[in-house]
């Protein structure tokens, strides 16, 4: 038993969020609050020029600089409310379309998000309509109906969702992506990596989402390593861009030790996710070989590096090392080392904090526990 949630339109091409003021207007729509980080700037500012030229009014959030937290979205929401903006528009990474998927949630249900978070508050109400523009091309956020929102109070990030805050329509532009710092490639594209594999790999796997993980892991390897190096390849900004779109669409299936890790271990050193994902990814890998080895298999083949003469289980190999020839190639981050700086608390603790935020996913080939949190972090330094 499964199911899927989808956007209802997606819509890929250079230049297309051009045609955003024309399918405001088609919704009859007046009123355009626009979430946004400080990122891509020029770009930001055209989108916004040519919003106003069609006679929209738009309302400006630009305060999301990284994950957000409770306030961040409690005061969108305020302002989105006081302002009477009828529909959303999200440009940027994953965090800024998460704040905007919150935000336009509690603009029609509203409340406070620690009551949605933590309290077990119900979403009743169709959230306002909603575009998302993902401007990196590494969480897939525009793909799914979950956002990520850190709890101020406790420090822990947790997940808000429901089928209805998925965006209605999602533009992937490459040109959105053109320009973006190397290291910035590097960390999104393993973070797409790890959702295509996990999610690959999963207890949970269903037909949809190993097609769309298969899919993704085809056009890394094709696209990941040019992406990286030619900051104006806009075919590979554009495969890579498809393949985040899918990882997103993928990752319902769920998520394994990779992030199981990643997540905790990101906010307690403030490594970013994609680096934190790749520090973790190969090491994964290698403890689920043997729980799903002929699915690693099919990941080899996908990656390129199959040989039919070969075991199921030599060729699952070839896949962990051609993960880690491309993480080298792209000079992604394999240790936890330097993120630490001398600041590693007590393994009980980081064993408590993993368990407090993921530890509880079940869906990882290879069954996981305490034991499992400890020496995976030890592998990692
Ligand atoms: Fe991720």
Redesign the pocket.
């Known amino acids: 038993m499964w199911e899927m949630v989808n956007n209802r339109r997606v819509i890929f091409g250079e230049n297309k969020i051009k045609e955003i003021p024309q399918i405001l207007q088609w919704y009859g729509l007046k009123k355009v609050f626009f979430v946004s980080g400080k990122s891509n700037a020029p770009l930001r500012q055209h989108l916004k020029d040519q919003l106003e030229e069609s006679g929209f009014d738009v309302v400006i959030y630009d305060s999301i600089s990284k994950e957000p937290d409770l306030d961040v979205i409690n005061e969108g929401k305020d302002l989105f409310v006081s302002s009477c903006c009828d529909c959303t528009l999200a440009f940027g990474g994953g965090s800024v379309i998460d704040a905007a998927k919150t935000i336009g949630m509690m603009a029609t249900n509203g409340g406070l998000a620690q009551e949605y978070q933590m309290e077990g508050r119900q979403v009743t109400v169709l959230p306002p309509f909603f575009i998302a523009v993902p401007t990196t091309a590494g969480?897939g956020a525009e793909a799914t109906k979950v956002a990520v929102v850190k709890n101020n109070h406790n420090g822990l990030k947790k997940s808000l969702y429901h089928n209805t805050m998925i965006a209605d329509i999602v533009i992937l532009d490459p040109t959105a992506l053109i320009g973006s710092p190397e290291r910035l490639t590097a960390a999104t594209g393993m973070?797409t990596l790890?959702?295509a594999v996990e999610s690959y790999v999963s207890l949970n796997a269903t037909p949809i989402s190993e097609m769309y993980g298969l899919k993704a892991i085809r056009l890394i390897k094709r696209s990941l390593e040019n992406s990286y190096r030619d900051p104006s390849d806009i075919a590979a900004k554009g495969d890579m861009l498809l393949a985040s779109y899918f990882g997103g669409c993928a990752i319902s299936a769920g998520i394994g030790i990779a992030?199981i890790m990643?997540q905790p271990l990101g906010a307690m050193f403030d490594i970013p996710?994609g680096d934190a994902?790749s520090i973790f990814l190969p090491l994964a890998m290698e403890y689920n070989l043997d729980a799903a080895t002929a699915k690693y298999r099919d990941i080899a083949e996908a990656l390129g590096v199959s040989d039919r003469n070969l075991s199921d289980r030599e060729n699952a190999l070839r896949a962990v090392e051609e993960v880690k020839r491309l993480r080298s190639a792209i000079e992604a981050p394999d240790s936890l080392t330097p993120y630490i700086k001398g600041r590693q608390p007590a393994i009980g603790t980081i064993i408590e904090t993993v368990q407090k935020t993921t530890g509880h996913v079940s869906c990882n080939p290879r069954k996981v526990d305490a034991a499992t949190f400890g020496k995976m972090f030890d592998l990692a330094l």
């Open positions: 969480t973070d790890s959702h992030h990643a996710h994902c």
